[in-house]
């Protein structure tokens, strides 16, 4: 199993910007597809952002299109959430997550290893 600690985290108000950071560890980081979730209070976690093994393909909900950006870098073991235009809605614990799975990236289900979670506040 890899191990993943986010950062990045806080409070910013609305339109503001925060650059999440998820270090992996323990496995070799390039093997692995990853995604960002997120969960607010009193909801189920939702898909934000996937990235596969090489960075060459993405994939978005449809409400952060335009404002988030996933990347990696596979040499410093990171993958990086860029939120641009954050909104009150945003307001979620973040959650890092990778798989070997190559398909339905969108679904927290084929996700094995989890980080801890980063919160973010957009204050209206």
């Known amino acids: 199993q890899v191990q993943l600690v986010e950062s990045g985290g806080g409070l910013v108000q609305a339109g503001g910007s925060l650059r999440l950071s998820c270090a992996a560890s323990?496995?070799?980081?390039?093997?692995?597809?990853m995604g960002w979730f997120r969960q607010a209070p009193g909801k189920e976690r939702e898909f934000v952002a996937a990235?596969?093994?090489?960075?060459?393909?993405?994939y978005y909900e449809e409400s952060v299109k335009g404002r988030f950006t996933i990347s990696r870098d596979n040499a410093k073991n990171t993958v990086f959430l860029q939120m641009n235009s954050l909104k009150p809605e945003d307001t979620a614990v973040y959650y890092c997550?990778?798989?070997?799975?190559?398909?339905?990236?969108?679904?927290?289900?084929?996700?094995?290893?989890w980080g801890q979670g980063t919160q973010v506040t957009v204050s209206a």
């Open positions: 990235i596969v093994r090489s960075g060459d393909n993405t």
């Open positions: 323990g496995r070799t980081f390039s093997n692995y597809n």
């Open positions: 997550a990778a798989t070997n799975l190559g398909i339905g990236l969108k679904s927290s289900l084929v996700y094995h290893s």
